[in-house]
């Protein structure tokens, strides 16, 4: 799992409330990304930063929202308007979108909704 | 618009026989093509990545993969497979525009029987 970590690693949550998940990284990494991971689905991109106070969209970005103030962290909040939240989520990093260099990943926050 | 398809949701193959795990690929450019491994309720773990030259890559754990652009697929191999590759497998693709995000397949199941 590298130089990326992420907390909880569990998390519950009642319908209606906002949670914010947590990433660290300490690899000096200038890009990070946010994925959601559902079964038989794959990663599906939610939202990327390229570079401090700058972030974008990815593919399913409703009901998210993301901070980048620092270049170690990169939390992600789930907000109610997000329908369908429970979900295993995986925090990643890498030198640059721009280089050739592969991701890196955090071990992961599994999310349930209760 | 770029993708990636992982044809098969599982493979299931002896220790000791070769093992591929399937991949094709969409992009509009030059294809920039990773694998990674993923373990039960753990982040992903890069393997290896083709990017311009050789077209058989080799990587970690003994896996190496083949590019073919003429078939646009990107095949991973194992000469001799162990129980302990047992795990879910991603391939991944982003084009060479320098500013793509990464696109996974949906994954696929290997499955090594003793």
């Known amino acids: 799992d590298g130089g990326i970590t992420q907390s909880p690693k569990y998390l519950f949550r009642k319908e209606g409330q906002n949670v914010t998940l947590s990433c660290e990284q300490n690899l000096n990494h200038d890009a990070m990304y946010w994925y959601r991971q559902d079964p038989g689905q794959g990663l599906r991109l939610i939202y990327y930063?390229?570079?401090?106070?700058?972030?974008q969209k990815g593919d399913i970005a409703e009901g998210y929202s993301v901070s980048r103030e620092k270049k170690e962290s990169f939390p992600l909040t789930v907000t109610s308007a997000q329908k369908n939240p429970t979900a295993f989520y995986l925090c990643?990093?890498?030198?640059?979108?721009?280089?050739?260099?592969?991701?890196?990943f955090g071990p992961g926050t599994r999310l349930t909704v209760l | 618009a770029q993708s990636v398809a992982q044809p098969e949701d599982q493979v299931n193959v002896a220790e000791g026989n070769p093992l591929t795990v399937k991949c094709t690929y969409s992009v509009s450019g030059n294809p920039y093509l990773f694998w990674y491994v993923q373990y039960p309720n753990r982040g992903l773990q890069f393997l290896l990545k083709?990017?311009?030259?050789?077209?058989l890559v080799k990587g970690s754990y003994g896996f190496e993969a083949e590019f073919n652009k003429s078939q646009t697929s990107f095949h991973l191999k194992k000469p001799s497979a162990l129980v302990s590759d047992s795990a879910l497998y991603f391939c991944a693709v982003r084009d060479d525009s320098g500013y793509s995000t990464l696109t996974f397949g949906k994954g696929t199941m290997l499955l090594v029987s003793p």
């Open positions: 083709y990017i311009t030259g050789d077209n």
């Open positions: 930063s390229q570079i401090v106070n700058d972030f």
């Open positions: 990643a990093s890498s030198m640059g979108p721009l280089e050739l260099n592969e991701q890196f």
